[in-house]
């Protein structure tokens, strides 16, 4: 060893701290039903709030006290980790900066109507006429035309078409299966056949051809009431109702590029599964809600919306947060500054120290998965207190005793 590389002084692995600083503002992207219910939920926990929306007319906290609001605004940039994020964002031509603790993102869902289909209307258009008070003999809802319907269109056609059937309006639905898996649903259902609703089970699309002020719709009826197993039937219908047809927003992949975090095949943001709670991403802070996980009714957007905020609440309250899991540590002078860490990581939670010229994991965003400890290709990360002489240790240890 030279001289100058013994007068070098020795790094050592940076200790990890017992609390991280936890910024009490949460940015909240999108403003409809989930944002603006999360928004309003942070705002009464004492939080302040920025949310940034895309349209003009988002009002859902006007006037409160610590609420900003930005309109006809995006998120452009997110730099940082739980506590201590960084955004940028654009908002009427102009660049502004903002320090949050957490990030809500709820930018929705992109619709579209249905493949044509004769005489039929949205949802949306039969709720108008119903509130206008137009008369309606008939009318026949068709679910599950190109898709399984989402539970929360399916929700709603159930609710128009029980009070379809209270102005005595005779009402045929046809579906796949009638989901009722939300509270009320089934009861609603039962509810609806009491008023003589017809439900038909029909799994093809329906042969429509128009009359002169109908339609008629022929359709296989496989219900378990049906005559036989291949009942046809010939119906008409003055209206013919169908649900829009939901696709993720065509922002979700340039988002989650910029945000670090994840789509599923359909091009949603990643949906609830064993190793993620509702809302929440493989980013530490960093939450998703309402349709932009998939079509949600109303009543599971509120509820997963209020869940999260009470969670935020819990890690930002007291404005900073105890690192009471286990975090992955560098110890710079094995580290060959490959990068391989901060490529595999991910919770983003792996850093470059520049100065260092050594990698950098950063606790306030490490979950102590290990993974960069099982790839590092210069055994240069441990997982704190876990380091491969105390595992040893442990080990002799154990089998001396």
Not at 50 to 68: H, M, W
Not at 151 to 169: I, P
Request: proline share 5%; glycine share 10%.
């Amino acid at each position: 060893m030279t001289a100058q590389e013994m007068a070098k002084p020795v790094r050592k692995p940076l200790a990890v701290p017992e609390k991280v600083p936890a910024t009490q503002r949460v940015l909240v992207v999108g403003g409809g039903v989930s944002g603006g219910t999360a928004a309003r939920m942070l705002l009464g926990f004492g939080l302040e709030v920025v949310l940034v929306e895309k349209g003009a007319g988002a009002q859902p906290f006007e006037g409160q006290a610590g609420a900003e609001l930005l309109t006809e605004a995006r998120l452009v940039g997110l730099e940082g980790n739980f506590g201590d994020f960084k955004a940028t964002i654009e908002a009427g031509g102009q660049i502004v900066w903002r320090t949050v603790g957490a990030v809500v993102v709820a930018v929705g869902v992109r619709t579209e109507p249905a493949k044509e289909v004769p005489l039929a209307i949205t949802l949306t258009d039969f709720r108008r006429r119903m509130a206008a008070g137009e008369p309606i003999r008939n009318v026949c809802f068709l679910m599950d035309l190109e898709q399984s319907t989402p539970l929360a269109e399916f929700s709603l056609g159930l609710q128009f078409a029980f009070e379809a059937a209270q102005k005595k309006t005779s009402v045929y639905f046809l579906c796949r299966d009638v989901k009722v898996a939300e509270e009320g649903l089934e009861r609603l259902y039962r509810s609806a056949r009491e008023e003589g609703v017809l439900f038909i089970k029909n799994e093809a699309r329906p042969t429509i051809a128009p009359l002169a002020e109908a339609a008629s719709i022929q359709v296989m009826d496989l219900s378990p009431g049906a005559g036989s197993h291949l009942s046809r039937l010939c119906l008409t219908a003055e209206v013919i109702v169908v649900p829009e047809a939901f696709f993720p927003s065509e922002d979700n992949p340039g988002l989650a590029a910029l945000l670090a975090t994840d789509l599923d095949t359909k091009g949603y943001f990643q949906p609830a599964n064993v190793r993620l709670a509702v809302g929440r991403t493989n980013r530490r802070g960093l939450f998703v809600l309402g349709d932009c996980r998939g079509p949600s009714s109303v009543a599971e957007t509120i509820e997963r919306a209020e869940a999260t905020a009470q969670e935020i609440a819990s890690l930002l309250g007291e404005g900073e947060k105890k690192v009471d899991w286990p975090v992955a540590v560098v110890d710079p002078e094995k580290c060959a500054y490959c990068l391989t860490c901060n490529r595999i990581c991910p919770h983003k939670a792996a850093g470059m120290n520049l100065e260092e010229e050594s990698a950098v994991i950063y606790a306030s965003a490490c979950y102590g998965c290990g993974l960069c400890v099982a790839e590092c290709p210069s055994v240069a990360i441990t997982i704190e207190k876990f380091s491969d002489a105390a595992l040893v240790s442990s080990f002799a240890s154990g089998g001396a005793g």
